[in-house]
């Protein structure tokens, strides 16, 4: 089993950045497709990213491609997401998850979560 814990969250003008972090631990952590979903009060839970266990392959959500960027350090068990460009329907609270399958562009396969770090952003 794998434990996540998020951090980078906050409150950001429109047009802004943010980098999100997500810190793993437990078992080897270059045996999980990693991704980043996010939810907003109301809404369902989106995919918003995804990467291999390699760190070769990626997916992007339709919303946030070309503004967000998805990378992991394996050495130091860390998979990024760099936000740029940030929207108010950006808003929401960002969780990483880790799937443990290879289908890491698959939401379905995601199995471990973290706690979430919530991003703001203001019009």
Request: charged share 15%; glycine share 14%; aromatic share 12%.
């Amino acid at each position: 089993q794998v434990q996540l814990v998020e951090s980078g969250g906050g409150l950001v003008q429109a047009g802004g950045s943010l980098r999100l972090s997500c810190v793993a631990s437990g078992r080897t952590f270059s045996s999980y497709g990693m991704g980043w979903f996010r939810q907003a009060p109301g809404k369902e839970r989106e995919f918003v990213a995804g990467i291999s266990r390699s760190g070769s392959g990626t997916y992007y959500a339709t919303s946030v491609k070309g503004r967000f960027t998805i990378s992991r350090n394996n050495a130091r068990t860390t998979v990024t997401l760099q936000m740029n460009s940030l929207q108010p329907e950006d808003t929401a609270a960002y969780l990483c998850a880790a799937e443990p399958y290879g289908t890491y562009h698959e939401s379905s396969s995601f199995a471990y979560w973290g706690q979430g770090t919530q991003v703001t952003v203001s019009s």
